[in-house]
Structure formats: structure tokens, C-alpha cells
């Protein structure tokens, strides 16, 4: 399934999965989002919010009387965003390669749960340089491929996959769905560097065991919740990186 298509089919659910309670998804979602605004420092400035989905860090925004500007490649979450009326924010359809925007027209740029679709990472960490202004702040969220979690999701993923190849038979609710790639922090600084950008904040989140979160939503909730307090590069599945353009 392409990225557009699946974004398409769950734009109508995207939204309300930051507000469940005793959801995974939910859970997973606000603890991003907290992050993310936590690394956030220029209220009031013109802000470029990169797959900004159903508008789901805009009301956050507009709170901070920020200029916001929200590109997806959905055509449907791009409406469903325009739809909630927020006000100094418009929203468009775009890839991140090809952004519509002059260079340097921004105060910070937001791009969370954008690079882990793309094969490759670099155009958009170079487009994203070209669109912010010196001394501006880049914010991005990624899956975390050092992370030993996302290790052991990998080689189970592989084992099911081989299984069902075999025509064995495999429970349909651990079998793999659509899911996105990881990325390295190591990799990723190092494309950040070399575009200008100098990084300045790194946090780690999220403790969770793939396969259990399939069998047992509840038990993975809880298990996600108590060890909350986890930081760590080689357990948190998820990464935030703030970075400022310095040339």
C-alpha cells in the first residue's frame, strides 16, 4: 500500500486517536506531541508543520499565536485540517521534496512522522534547510532503528512473514500490517550536519513490545505507561530531534 493511499483510508481516524483514553495509538500520539512542544521555543514566528495530517499540532500552535503553514501528501487530511477553521493557518497538499515555498520563509519547520516513509532521508533534510530562515529550528520525529525494541520488532516481523510463506498458519491480528521504517540517530545527525543544521536537543520515548501490543492492547498500555520514565537510545522506540540552521 502506498503512504498516500493509507493516509487517505485513515484521515477520518487520525484525529480522534490523539484523544482515546486507555489506547496505545492515543497514547503513543500525545507523548510525541508533548515532546515535540516541550522542544518548541519561537511562539509567534511563521511555522512550516510538514505532514501535518488532520491539523493535529495546529490548535497547540495557534495557542502560540504562530503563522502556520500544514503541507500532507493526503489530499483528504489536508482538507480535514483546512476544515477546522484554525485561524493564521492555511493547509495544502505537497511532498517534502518539492516544498512550495521560497527559501528561507520560515521561523522553525515541524516534521513529525514524515522521514520513516520516505527512501530517501536526504532531499527532504536538504528541502527543509532551504525553507527555514538562519538561525531557524528544525523539530523531527522518527521511529528509532537503534532502538533494541525496534530490533526485536524487525526479526519477529521477519519470522511471521517466512511463516506465512510457508503457508503456516499465523493468527491474523500479530500478522504485519503497514508500518514504516526506522531511522538511525547516528545517520540522521550526520545528514543534519552536513546540511547546515547543528543539533541541539535529542529525547527518546516510548517503551513497547510490537507483538505484544498485537496480542494484548491493554497489558502493552500498561506496561508503556510504567516505564514512561525509559530515555533511553536503546530502548526508546521513538525519537524527537530539535536542530537549529546554522549556515
Same mark, same amino acid.
Given at each position: 500500500?502506498?503512504?498516500?493511499?493509507?493516509?487517505?483510508?485513515?484521515?477520518?481516524?487520525?484525529?480522534?486517536?490523539?484523544?482515546?483514553?486507555?489506547?496505545?495509538?492515543?497514547?503513543?500520539?500525545?507523548?510525541?506531541?508533548?515532546?515535540?512542544?516541550?522542544?518548541?521555543?519561537?511562539?509567534?514566528?511563521?511555522?512550516?508543520?510538514?505532514?501535518?495530517?488532520?491539523?493535529?499540532?495546529?490548535?497547540?500552535?495557534?495557542?502560540?499565536?504562530?503563522?502556520?503553514?500544514?503541507?500532507?501528501?493526503?489530499?483528504?487530511?489536508?482538507?480535514?485540517?483546512?476544515?477546522?477553521?484554525?485561524?493564521?493557518?492555511?493547509?495544502?497538499?505537497?511532498?517534502?521534496?518539492?516544498?512550495?515555498?521560497?527559501?528561507?520563509?520560515?521561523?522553525?519547520?515541524?516534521?513529525?512522522?514524515?522521514?520513516?516513509?520516505?527512501?530517501?532521508?536526504?532531499?527532504?533534510?536538504?528541502?527543509?534547510?532551504?525553507?527555514?530562515?538562519?538561525?531557524?529550528?528544525?523539530?523531527?520525529?522518527?521511529?528509532?532503528?537503534?532502538?533494541?525494541?525496534?530490533?526485536?520488532?524487525?526479526?519477529?516481523?521477519?519470522?511471521?512473514?517466512?511463516?506465512?510463506?510457508?503457508? &503456516?498458519?499465523?493468527?491474523?491480528? !500479530? +500478522? *504485519? $500490517?503497514? @508500518?514504516?521504517?526506522?531511522?538511525?540517530?547516528?545517520?540522521?545527525? #550526520?545528514?543534519?550536519?552536513?546540511?547546515?543544521?547543528?543539533?541541539?536537543?535529542?529525547?527518546?520515548?516510548?517503551?513497547? &513490545?510490537?507483538?505484544?501490543?498485537? !496480542? +494484548? *492492547? $491493554?497489558? @502493552?498500555?500498561?506496561?508503556?505507561?510504567?516505564?514512561?520514565?525509559? #530515555?533511553?537510545?536503546?530502548?526508546?522506540?521513538?525519537?524527537?530531534?530539535?536542530?537549529?540552521?546554522?549556515?
Amino acid at each position: 500500500m502506498k503512504t498516500k493511499e493509507y493516509f487517505d483510508q485513515t484521515a477520518d481516524d487520525y484525529l480522534a486517536a490523539y484523544d482515546r483514553q486507555n489506547d496505545l495509538r492515543s497514547f503513543i500520539f500525545s507523548e510525541r506531541k508533548r515532546i515535540v512542544f516541550e522542544l518548541f521555543d519561537a511562539p509567534g514566528g511563521a511555522v512550516l508543520d510538514i505532514g501535518c495530517g488532520p491539523g493535529v499540532f495546529t490548535d497547540r500552535l495557534s495557542q502560540l499565536k504562530c503563522k502556520t503553514y500544514g503541507v500532507d501528501l493526503s489530499e483528504k487530511m489536508a482538507a480535514l485540517a483546512q476544515g477546522r477553521g484554525f485561524p493564521l493557518s492555511n493547509f495544502m497538499v505537497g511532498g517534502i521534496v518539492q516544498l512550495p515555498f521560497k527559501d528561507s520563509s520560515f521561523d522553525s519547520v515541524l516534521c513529525s512522522g514524515v522521514l520513516e516513509y520516505l527512501a530517501d532521508v536526504e532531499p527532504a533534510i536538504k528541502e527543509m534547510s532551504r525553507v527555514l530562515k538562519p538561525d531557524g529550528r528544525l523539530i523531527v520525529t522518527f521511529p528509532n532503528k537503534s532502538s533494541w525494541l525496534n530490533l526485536l520488532d524487525q526479526s519477529l516481523r521477519r519470522v511471521i512473514r517466512f511463516l506465512q510463506r510457508l503457508n &503456516l498458519p499465523v493468527e491474523k491480528h !500479530i +500478522s *504485519p $500490517d503497514y @508500518s514504516p521504517g526506522y531511522l538511525s540517530p547516528r545517520r540522521l545527525n #550526520r545528514l543534519l550536519d552536513q546540511n547546515g543544521f547543528a543539533v541541539e536537543a535529542v529525547r527518546f520515548h516510548i517503551f513497547r &513490545l510490537t507483538l505484544l501490543s498485537k !496480542i +494484548s *492492547p $491493554d497489558r @502493552s498500555l500498561k506496561l508503556a505507561r510504567r516505564m514512561n520514565f525509559v #530515555r533511553s537510545r536503546f530502548l526508546g522506540i521513538n525519537a524527537v530531534v530539535r536542530a537549529r540552521r546554522i549556515k
